[in-house]
């Protein structure tokens, strides 16, 4: 399941929620300040998802192991 990061306009705090796909945070409040609106941030997770499509193993650099020499 993706995670997200969600950053809150009103007082820039970060609230990190796990989201089906689809979700884009609108009902979500601030953990800080209660403040709805949060706008979304792609996590370093969900991130390598995108360009690879598993979300596990192999990355943006073209590894197929965990990064761990290639970042
Ligand atoms: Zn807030």
Redesign the pocket.
């Known amino acids: 399941m993706p995670m997200y990061e969600f950053g809150?306009p009103?007082?820039?705090?970060v609230t990190t929620e796990l989201c089906k796909m689809g979700e884009i945070g609108e009902q979500l409040m601030?953990s800080?300040?209660?403040?709805t609106g949060l706008t979304k941030h792609i996590s370093g997770f969900a991130s390598l998802g995108i360009s690879g499509g598993a979300g596990s193993g192999g990355c943006s650099s073209g590894c197929s192991g965990n990064c761990t020499g290639c970042q």
């Open positions: 809150c009103n007082c820039g705090g601030c800080k300040c209660g403040h």
